[in-house]
């Protein structure tokens, strides 16, 4: 069963914001929410991660709702280069028989001149 | 620069041949998984392992085996290619117990069978 949501595509203007939200209701306390992209023909590349605060990177910020319900990828200034698949996973920040990541579909998003 | 490499980025192979696809890492890591992907299915989990001679299997296993003789090597065997098996096939690492950092992926390997 799929343990987040994601909208299938999203369309962003290049030099604008990318705001890609992610469901996760039935996230536990102790799971992480992490966000990988795939651009075509690559292997995943991981992004970000976070439990309950909001994290940024060089790359990317991340704000995880109070309750932890939902989850938001920001891109601050998208480029071409951000055109990917960006996926959204739920899982133990610790290493354990039987939690490998397991990928949803993600969300492709498309960034354009 | 660290890295998990393929050993081959495209390959073709008959039905019915026994079929390795290597996957080599550099970063010391202790896991290592092997998943494919296929259009409109995303990736799926074949099998993965967290230490050497260890392995455990994913979503996907049936007509997959793997080998992990050393800590930097894992290998996907495939022990009788079929058509169905013509995927994307990803490797990737990731450092051990305690506490999980993320994954790092090689570049793929595109299996065609024919």
């Known amino acids: 069963d799929a343990k987040t949501t994601q909208p299938t595509s999203m369309d962003c203007a290049e030099g604008r914001a990318a705001n890609l939200p992610c469901n996760h209701s039935?996230?536990?306390?102790?799971?992480?929410v992490y966000w990988y992209r795939q651009i075509h023909s690559q292997g995943p590349q991981y992004i970000i991660h976070?439990?309950?605060n909001n994290e940024t990177n060089e790359m990317a910020s991340l704000i995880i709702t109070e309750d932890r319900k939902s989850s938001t990828l920001i891109l601050p200034h998208a480029t071409l280069r951000d055109t990917a698949v960006y996926y959204c996973?739920?899982?133990?920040?610790?290493?354990?028989?039987?939690?490998?990541?397991?990928f949803g579909k993600g969300t492709t998003l498309s960034v354009s001149s | 620069d660290v890295k998990v490499t393929q050993s081959s980025r495209y390959l073709v192979k008959r039905t019915g041949e026994k079929v390795f696809l290597e996957c080599v890492q550099d970063?010391?890591?202790?896991?290592m998984f092997w998943y494919r992907q296929d259009p409109g299915l995303g990736l799926r989990l074949i099998y993965f392992?967290?230490?050497?001679?260890?392995?455990e299997k994913g979503d996907i296993p049936e007509g997959y085996s793997v080998s992990r003789e050393k800590k930097e090597r894992f290998s996907l065997i495939l022990e009788s290619a079929s058509t169905n098996q013509t995927s994307m096939y990803l490797c990737?690492?990731?450092?051990?117990?305690?506490?999980?950092?993320?994954?790092?992926f090689g570049s793929g390997t595109r299996l065609t069978v024919v």
């Open positions: 970063m010391d890591h202790e896991n």
């Open positions: 039935t996230i536990s306390g102790n799971e992480y």
């Open positions: 990737a690492s990731s450092v051990g117990a305690p506490t999980f950092n993320g994954y790092t």
């Open positions: 976070g439990l309950k």
């Open positions: 996973i739920v899982r133990p920040n610790v290493n354990q028989a039987g939690t490998a990541l397991i």
């Open positions: 392992s967290y230490d050497v001679k260890m392995k």
